[in-house]
């Protein structure tokens, strides 16, 4: 259900079961299968520094794992539905979650917190190099600032 490749280019991310496996672009071999979810992985995205993988779930949580050694770092919990998307700012401080019930989550990479709630029915989210906005890929598009103070749709 959800690929990535790494910064590098040298590993691609895939989940679709309740794991994310961690495969060598070369070889197509395995290097590391992160595991933790009880249902489907529905979405992955690397940081862009490469430090860290986020993954979110079926199970309605996101799971942050650090790339080099598999571990898991953090379980950020509060969806009330599925994960469908998620994507980290290019300074990879924060990460966008989109579920299933209608909810943009907006979560501190660094400690976990929740930074930011937003109601919009969207399917999944990204964000531009330029840390000016995000938006979704559905029909509409909702555009957020991204500030030190945190992110913030465009209409606030």
Sequence with gaps: FAVA?????HHILSGGDTTVQILSLTSGEEVRRL????????CVAITPNGQ????GSEDETVRVWS??????IR???GHSGWVQSVAITPDSQRMLSVDDDGTV????????GEEGRFAYVVSSA???????????????????RVSGAGIRPLDE
């Excluded at 595991?35 to 992985?41: D, M």
């Excluded at 860290?52 to 993954?55: D, E, G, L, M, P």
């Excluded at 790339?67 to 898991?72: H, K, N, T």
């Excluded at 989550?105 to 976990?112: C, E, P, Q, S, T």
């Design 52 to 55: 860290c993988v986020a993954s």
């Design 75 to 77: 379980r950020l919990a």
């Design 105 to 112: 989550r907006v979560f501190n990479l660094a400690h976990g």
């Design 67 to 72: 790339l080099s050694s598999g571990e898991e």
């Design 126 to 144: 990204s964000v531009t190099p330029d840390v000016q906005q995000v938006d979704d890929d559905a029909t509409v598009q909702v555009l957020f």
């Design 35 to 42: 595991e933790g979810h009880f249902k489907l992985v529905q």
């Design 5 to 9: 490749v790494t910064p590098d280019g």
